[in-house]
């Protein structure tokens, strides 16, 4: 099991409870979307996963019952700040705003996580930032600059900065918001493709279209729950979230 979490509760803070008795998995090759209304706190479970959050044991469970946020086997409740880095560097995170450094080229950008991350020799560097450029169809952009790159090329670098280091997990939050519809798909495909090689994918998008495109794993958030549904009952929610909204005065 990659991600293991069981009656937690997600927070901004030990005060603001977002999301109550989360019990959330997701197994080695998985593809997996967490959906719902803004903020209902998908993004911040994603930053909870990715150890930026302070996971809390629920408040709302039996004293006997086990709490656990396990993520690659490290154990979030108790995890030291040198183990967080060391777990860091095998889970990618792919951001909605792209956060490419903006005075540096792709290949820069991709050259700079992969120092960071402890490659020392500059030729396994250089042949690593070919091959990820490659794979998200970008091998001919390394030396252009993010604001020479469509908002479409601009994830797909964000992407492949995020499969530098074969990550075992692969998180990405609302990464098609600032796309038109096609674009958006290529990038979904583009994430579904990472799971080939055994890593698990977790996406959070409000998108819900992209639901049936591939088979997934749905989860969704609503009134502080967190529940495993189908795509289309994903939809119908979402729809009736919708009409809630709606007939509000």
């Given at each position: 099991?990659?991600?293991?979490?069981?009656?937690?509760?997600?927070?901004?803070?030990?005060?603001?409870?977002?999301?109550?008795?989360?019990?959330?998995?997701?197994?080695?090759?998985?593809?997996?979307?967490?959906?719902?209304?803004?903020?209902?706190?998908?993004?911040?479970?994603?930053?909870?996963?990715?150890?930026?959050?302070?996971?809390?044991?629920?408040?709302?469970?039996?004293?006997?019952?086990?709490?656990?946020?396990?993520?690659?086997?490290?154990?979030?409740?108790?995890?030291?700040?040198?183990?967080?880095?060391?777990?860091?560097?095998?889970?990618?995170?792919?951001?909605?705003?792209?956060?490419?450094?903006?005075?540096?080229?792709?290949?820069?950008?991709?050259?700079?996580?992969?120092?960071?991350?402890?490659w020392k020799d500059k030729q396994q560097r250089l042949?690593?930032?070919?091959?990820?450029?490659?794979?998200?169809?970008?091998?001919?952009?390394?030396?252009?600059?993010?604001?020479?790159?469509?908002?479409?090329?601009?994830?797909?670098?964000?992407?492949?900065?995020?499969?530098?280091?074969?990550?075992?997990?692969?998180?990405?939050?609302?990464?098609?918001?600032?796309?038109?519809?096609?674009?958006?798909?290529?990038?979904?495909?583009?994430?579904?493709?990472?799971?080939?090689?055994?890593?698990?994918?977790?996406?959070?998008?409000?998108?819900?279209?992209?639901?049936?495109?591939?088979?997934?794993?749905?989860?969704?958030?609503?009134?502080?729950?967190?529940?495993?549904?189908?795509?289309?009952?994903?939809?119908?929610?979402?729809?009736?979230?919708?009409?809630?909204?709606?007939?509000?005065?």
């Amino acid at each position: 099991m990659l991600i293991d979490i069981r009656h937690i509760d997600i927070k901004h803070d030990e005060d603001n409870t977002l999301v109550e008795n989360v019990s959330f998995t997701a197994e080695e090759g998985s593809f997996t979307f967490i959906v719902g209304r803004v903020g209902a706190g998908k993004s911040t479970l994603l930053r909870t996963i990715h150890g930026e959050y302070q996971p809390y044991r629920s408040t709302t469970i039996p004293d006997e019952e086990e709490a656990a946020v396990n993520v690659l086997d490290y154990d979030l409740l108790k995890i030291k700040r040198s183990k967080l880095q060391e777990l860091r560097r095998q889970v990618g995170y792919v951001f909605q705003n792209y956060r490419l450094l903006s005075g540096k080229t792709i290949a820069q950008n991709l050259g700079f996580v992969l120092r960071a991350t402890g490659w020392k020799d500059k030729q396994q560097r250089l042949a690593r930032i070919n091959e990820v450029l490659s794979a998200v169809g970008l091998s001919d952009k390394g030396n252009k600059f993010p604001h020479e790159l469509s908002g479409g090329e601009q994830q797909r670098a964000a992407i492949a900065r995020a499969l530098l280091n074969h990550p075992k997990i692969l998180l990405a939050d609302e990464p098609t918001g600032n796309l038109d519809v096609e674009t958006g798909n290529q990038i979904i495909d583009l994430l579904h493709r990472a799971t080939e090689q055994g890593t698990g994918v977790v996406i959070v998008t409000h998108n819900l279209s992209l639901l049936k495109r591939h088979e997934a794993t749905v989860y969704h958030i609503a009134d502080k729950q967190l529940k495993r549904v189908s795509a289309d009952e994903a939809t119908a929610m979402a729809e009736q979230d919708t009409k809630n909204e709606t007939a509000q005065p």
